[in-house]
């Protein structure tokens, strides 16, 4: 098992010990977005081990219970939540298969990385930071949840399938940041909306074509660029389609634009018809 020493090396030293234990744990354990199953035996056979209670939702989430520290039973409760699931990419020539392999883990300088795949990090940082809390025994804690949740990668189907009542917490603490040594208080949530209308086509009328183009935007995540007021293309050519319907009332022949659900459009065209009298205006 060559690539266990070659892990164990990369691991050399880190601290907190258990935080790198159990990152070095999953990270053995393939976990693309819907085949978390291994992943999710992993954190039910640590807190069967630690003597704790466990409860697995219909979707697939887990949520396991913790009592306080001695001295800390009178705390309120609080949950700390990761997901299990991870980006899967590799780099062109690198043999590795997602649904088998473990991500083998490299150390370079302060860097941990992985050898040509993702690693992972995201969010196993913030499952194995949970694990490491879980399996503490030195930290004054008050009574904890720990909830793990599943394909958060590609829907978040897990978190939106979370039953209701199953929480007693009243702290939720998400270890899936993006910042290091920083909070964020709020609230966030994600949602795929599938619009259909049915269109009726006719042949254009006479007329003159012309195609409006938006570009040149700075585009974005949508997720952490969304509050810095950067333009949408199809929401900018969404308002001229409105203004000129109200006006000039043109005939529509094409629309399209952006490329991804998570990316603020950056472009977008449309083709229309005019009538010739009224081009001017
Ligand atoms: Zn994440």
Known sequence: MEWLTSMNTALENLKPR??????????????????EAAALNYVL???????????????????????????????????????LDMVCEKNEGTAHDFSRDPIRLVRDGDWLKAAGTTLGADNGVGVAAALAVMESTDIAHGPLEFVFTIDEESGLTGASDFPN??????????LDGEEEDTLCIGC??????????????????????????????????SGID??????????????????????????????????KRNAIPREASATIVIDGSRVQE
């Open 45 to 83: 056979a640590e807190a069967a081990r630690l003597g704790f209670e466990s409860v697995v939702d219909k979707a697939g989430n887990v949520v396991i219970r913790k009592p306080a520290r001695p001295g800390r039973e009178g705390a309120v409760m609080a949950a700390l939540q990761g997901h």
């Open 165 to 174: 009542g199953l929480l007693k917490s009243k702290y939720f603490l998400n």
């Open 226 to 259: 969304i509050n810095k007021g950067r333009g949408n293309a199809l929401r900018i050519l969404g308002r001229i389609l409105q203004l000129l319907r109200e006006h000039v009332n043109p005939g529509i022949a094409s629309l399209e634009g952006g490329s």
């Open 188 to 221: 966030a949530g994600a949602v795929n909306t599938v619009a259909r209308r049915k269109i009726e086509r006719r042949a254009a009328g006479a007329g003159d074509a012309w195609r409006l183009r938006v570009s040149g935007l700075m585009g974005g995540h």
């Open 18 to 35: 258990l935080l790198w234990k159990h990152f070095e744990a999953i990270s053995a354990i393939p976990r693309a977005s819907q085949h």
